[in-house]
């Protein structure tokens, strides 16, 4: 029997559901698309006629939002309708980690799929798909089934019925457009080959049906995880080395281009960084670690917990380097933070190493200037549990020594930023990092001035050029 698909809902209006709908929209222009969430700010400004206060920042979503919004796209918080109406809907809701009781600190907090389902469950009519786009522990699928198929669901009306598919989402912040419209496989697990069918043929309308791959349902669901595992496993991998080079003389971008070279391993994933973040990779790596430990298999939950521990380590290294070269105090220095999202063209900074490296100079009594083009400083607040100070306040003696102060800055071309600055670091790889002008910079800083480079981006010439040290992330020559 062929599906019928005319309506599709989305649950979850976050850096996953808006610009999967949004691309769905612009693919399939017959089809209507809702996306609902509960957060009313969000869809407030989802739906801002001005395009650069939407909710999360693509390069690339601006246009598709002007190409489908209030034409076959739309943003809003009628849950209840978007659920009647559609045919499928994804559950496209946010599962962190959860905080406390059973599996705390590992587990996936299901709460908000548990609430989506119930909803689902109270208000579909007929026969509808529904799609698992969130990243959920294995067995998910199972659970979601049974709460739609719970006698209250079905006494309802006899003709209710539902089909339960994964489809996780491997789009990567920064580049989430590119991802969506180029993807490298699109993965659907189920038992219902119609249901599969009728979701896949979505996808058909751009992608190549060799990319669309059909598994089990728990495939799906662990493909999700491990993929995430690996990805996050390269980058602790080569962080590690980055602390080898440093002691050895080697340098890790030389290891990187070497090893990259073996098509076995391939150069992608293989840059060093300050750690990874983002809100995926170390709640997915402890969800399986979670699985692991659930089934008795502890030697596989230390070999992945390993890759979260070492960029926990990998972070406070940074930050230990950081207070070492300054002469062992940072304690009323000024630094200058640039970058706070947790990789460049995102306004997220959910697990950004940037929170982590700053609260421990913060602790260490060092005060930051954190210049970020996309992140806002209400959020840098949230991040950092303290409010901003004031350009003109953080010119005064810091009354409360034990804790250093932060201030927001919006344009590094502000003749404040870099005065009486003993420090410049790099925790983001923005483009324009790579275009600053450090012989300028020079003339403003503390002597000796320092430049961190985490991401590798500045050019080095330049910066020694104009006078300041350099400490460049897995360089064995660093002085
Ligand atoms: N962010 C990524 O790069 C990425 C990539 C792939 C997969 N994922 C996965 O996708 C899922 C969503 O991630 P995200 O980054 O979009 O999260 P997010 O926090 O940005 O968005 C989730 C949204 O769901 C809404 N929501 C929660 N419960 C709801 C309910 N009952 N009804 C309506 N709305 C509700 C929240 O208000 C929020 O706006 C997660 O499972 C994540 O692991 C994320």
Known sequence: MKISVKKVSCIGAGYVGGPTMTMMASKCPDLIFNVVDTNRERIESWNNKDLSKLPIFEPGLKALIAKTRNKNLFFSTNIKEAIESADIIFISVNTPTKKKGL?????????????????????????TIVVEKSTLPVRTAEVIEN?????????????????????????????????????????????????MIALSNLYKAWVKEEKILFTNIWSSELAKLTSNAFLAQRISSINSISAICEVTGADVKEVSRAIGKDSRIGSKFLDSGPGFGGSCFKKDILNLVYLAEFFGLKEVASFWESVVTINKWHQKR??????????????NKKLVILGFAFKANTNDTRESAS?????????????????????CPSQIGTDLETNPTTFLEFGKVNVNEDYGRWTFCDNLDNNEVFKNVC????????????????????????????????????NGKEVKEAGLNLWSLGDGHNN
Not at 105 to 125: N, P
Not at 164 to 191: C, H, K
Not at 318 to 331: C, W, Y
């Open 423 to 458: 420090a410049v670091i790099i925790l983001t790889e923005w483009a324009e990092f790579r275009k600053v002008n450090w012989k300028a910079v020079r003339t403003k800083m503390v002597s000796p001035g320092w430049v961190f480079d985490s991401r590798l981006i500045a």
């Open 147 to 195: 709460i739609l198929n719970s006698a209250e669901t079905i006494s309802k009306t006899n003709d209710v019925s539902f089909s339960v598919l994964s489809n996780p989402e491997f789009l990567s912040e920064g580049t989430a457009i590119n991802d969506l419209e180029n993807p490298d496989r699109i993965l659907i697990g189920g038992e219902n080959k119609e249901a």
């Open 355 to 375: 929170i982590t490296i700053c609260k421990n100079l913060l602790n260490e009594g060092a005060d930051l200037i954190i210049y970020d083009p996309k992140v």
């Open 103 to 127: 599996g705390a600190g590992k587990s996936s907090d299901l709460k908000w799929v548990e609430a989506s389902a119930r909803e689902v469950a109270k208000y579909s009519k007929g026969y």
């Open 318 to 331: 940074i930050s230990e380097i950081v207070v070492k070269k300054l002469f062992g105090t940072v304690a």
